[in-house]
């Protein structure tokens, strides 16, 4: 049933009908972007794609179609488009109008003050005519300062009305929450804004500070007792004025002692004295840089009577006869502070200065207090024992934890999983081990070399891994300085030693001579030469193959015997030797990719190709390149 019919159908309670071949329930875009803007379009199918029958003319199109006049002279009139409208949140977000102002609060159980100012800023939102009240927070004050109300509409009466900014004036009081305020002032964009609404603001009027808070800023009477040595003078001319010594302190007579480094100050201010300590780096010392702090210490003390205790708490006036001062330190002497001896070696330049220009001294030789270097003890490094990498072993000698040795990192990145294989021979007296075939691996990011033998049925030999990765050093190369192998050091019929067994590398990868040639930098100009004339029959025998599969005459039923012959060859478990292609490729001695009859059956023979059979003889009929002539390329795809 269509679904004009389904239309005609009367909505009633258990006849109601759809569409069965309606699939389609998706909703029209009505949201599309030009020239990264959004732009609205009216749908013009309905839900599923049907077309849909209503007026699509949008609202602007409508008026100016009901707007139009027949007009002969000047042209059809245009109608001014209305203008958009414009939210409060819109035109007026972050426009707020800021007034000064104050309230006073009473004090009740103060003496020194009954009433207290405080000061505030009234703010009023124009996007959502809401107001805060905001009081500058002085430090140390007592109160609780900062927001005193939060922004909100703030009620202007009982009836439920509230303030707007048509009540807000310079001048005049507003009462919030119980508490009056008085506006005196307010910002140049208050004023601006509330004169172009045709507000005739107030003159401004002076903010009146707390009385307390005046009377704590004046200064407080001074009283001073009058005293035979002034004070006062020697503070007023020596103040920040401080004399720097560079001292040592030998306690190395004692067990565990040392010679420890200081730096005295004393100040001309009050004729005190700190001693603070010179901390190195690892010394073992908790670090507290103050030995002494800054105090009068005594010179010369009182003869003690029997009964004088031998040790007190304080020192007083009482039990000291003679103050240090200024005159009893000098470079190259030695001081005795609290019971130890420092010994000044050194002084800075206003000290020098303060010396020469006080007592007339200028001879300020500096003391050299360095210890004569000790003599450097060679590390020599053990022979390699045998045991792991010699960079792993030659750790155990530089900590006593071992640490792994460092990697050249970002020479792992830039050659992560590039690897250089090579096809080598092992050389050998043993004839059976001259037939062995290896495939040589060299990792790029670490310079790893590892072995790997492919299986060869029948051969009695396990084969497999025959070297696992390892860095493999050059004859004649010393234990302590090992050179090793390279890319540079591979080439073909370079003889490779790897711990006492020689290789021979007679094939290479096609991606070795890619490498080479994009980093000829790295290979010496023979090395790339050889490797060259090597690939140069592989490239001629692989465009000729490239040659010949184009011009084949059924690829279709090529398809079906390779892989009929495939099926066969898992059926009866024949496994094809993996230097097969190897084998034709020497063969083919012009790199043409054919072979001569005689040949190829030789091949198949020598690795047990069953050319008997039909589907063998089949596939040979379809590789036959005239009467005497087989592309033995198409052959091969069957293994």
Known sequence: MSSQEGQRLPVLPGFSSRDPTKTDFRRPQTLSYKNG??????????????????????????????????????????????????????????????????????????????????????????????????????????????????????????????????????????????????????????????????????????????????????PLRKYITPSDFDQMKQFLAFDKKVLRFYATWDDTENMFGERRRFIIHYYLADDTVEVRECHERNNGRDPFPVLIRRQRLPKKFVEKKGAFPACVLEISDQEVLEWLSAKDFAVGKSTTLLGRSFLIYDCDEFTQQFYQDKFGIDNFKSVDIKKPPPEEVKQIVPPYNGYGSIEDSLQNCFSLIPQPPKKNVIKMLENDHKVLRYAVTMESPNPEDRKRRFILSYCLATDMISLYEPPVRNSGIIAGKYLNKTRVAKPGSSTDCPVYYTPADLAIGAVVEVF????????????????????????????????????????????????????????????????????????????????????????????????????????????????????????????????????????????
């Open 37 to 218: 803007f959004a732009v609205r379009r009216l749908p013009t199918v309905g839900i599923g794609g049907e077309q849909l029958h209503v007026n699509q003319l949008s609202q602007a199109e409508l008026d100016e179609l009901s707007n139009k006049r027949p007009t002969l002279t000047y042209g059809q009139p245009k109608q001014a488009p209305p203008s958009d409208f414009i939210p409060a949140h819109v035109a007026f977000d972050k426009k707020v109008l800021k007034f000064d102002g104050y309230f006073q609060e009473d004090v009740p159980i103060s003496t020194e003050e009954h009433f207290r100012v405080r000061q505030v800023s009234i703010y009023y939102y124009l996007e959502d005519d809401s107001m805060s009240v905001m009081e500058p927070i002085v430090e140390n004050s007592g109160i609780p300062q900062g927001k005193l109300i939060k922004r909100q509409r703030m009620p202007k009466n009982d009836r439920g009305d509230h303030y707007h900014w048509k009540d807000l004036n310079r001048g005049i009081n507003i009462t919030i929450y119980g508490r009056t305020f008085r506006i005196v002032d307010c910002d140049a964009f208050t004023q601006t804004f509330l004169e172009s609404q045709g507000i005739d603001l107030n003159p401004p009027e002076k903010m009146i500070f707390d009385p307390y808070t005046e009377l704590r800023k004046m």
């Open 500 to 639: 006492g067994r020689c290789f021979v590398i007679t094939d290479a990868d096609m991606y070795v001579l890619d490498y080479m040639e994009r980093n000829p930098e790295s290979f010496p100009a023979d090395v790339i030469k050889s490797m060259r004339d090597h690939f140069v029959p592989h490239r001629a025998a692989t465009e000729t193959i490239k040659r010949l599969d184009e011009n084949e005459p059924d690829k279709q039923e090529l398809d079906t015997v390779v892989g009929q012959i495939q099926e066969h060859l898992q059926r009866h478990s024949y496994l094809p030797d993996s230097s097969m292609q190897a084998a034709f490729l020497e063969q083919d001695k012009d790199g043409s990719g054919l072979l001569g009859k005689a040949d190829f059956f030789a091949l198949c023979d020598r690795f047990k190709v069953p050319v008997d059979d039909p589907l063998f003889q089949k596939l040979i009929c379809l590789c036959s390149h005239g009467e005497n002539q087989i592309k033995y390329p198409t052959f091969l795809r069957a293994f």
